[in-house]
């Protein structure tokens, strides 16, 4: 099994509206990867995604918004969190992916993320399998069964202004992107 939160309508349509368009003036970097060879460094063989940068005001926000519902989460998967990283903001433009992963709480990694328990994403995109006006397609967050059990791939229902929770050492990827453009919002409960 993949244990899963969703969170229906985590942002109201006004905050919504607000973020993709602050999103869509934006600009940003290439967004990085953690590891223990190559802390903090782009490598678009493994990630190729934008982090776009947004004012201030806009993280502290949904961060807020995120620490509101921190007791949820925390009674859906029996832990006791303290806080929320800053949000990634992020923009998956055609052809952009993220391989296989897991965010954290693994023995295997030496670095900060071993801190994560939660991760955490927001959709702000509205999927679509054929190409129109403000949508995406391709872009899926998926879930990876454990190794030592029967194969098991799971997607993310996706739906603009849900939140996805799941453990930090689940499996997961995103497909490349097949047209339009995703965006959405991760960050890690600690």
Known sequence: MIDLLEIEDFLDAAMLAD???ELNAASGDAATVLSREASGMVQSSVRK????AVAAETRERVKQRLMQEKAKIEAHFGLAL???EDPQFLRYDVGDFFVPHQDGNTPMVWDDSRFR????VIFL??????PAEETYGGGSLVFHGPYTGPQLRV??????GSLVAFRSETTHEVTPVTHGVRYSIATWFR
């Not at 995604?49 to 776009?52: F, G, I, Q, S």
């Not at 328990?117 to 955490?120: L, Q």
């Open 49 to 52: 995604t934008t982090r776009v």
């Open 117 to 120: 328990r939660i991760s955490a």
């Open 155 to 160: 997607a993310a229902g996706a739906q603009p």
């Open 125 to 130: 995109s509205r999927k679509s399998e054929e």
């Open 82 to 84: 303290t806080e929320c």
């Open 19 to 21: 973020l993709v368009a």
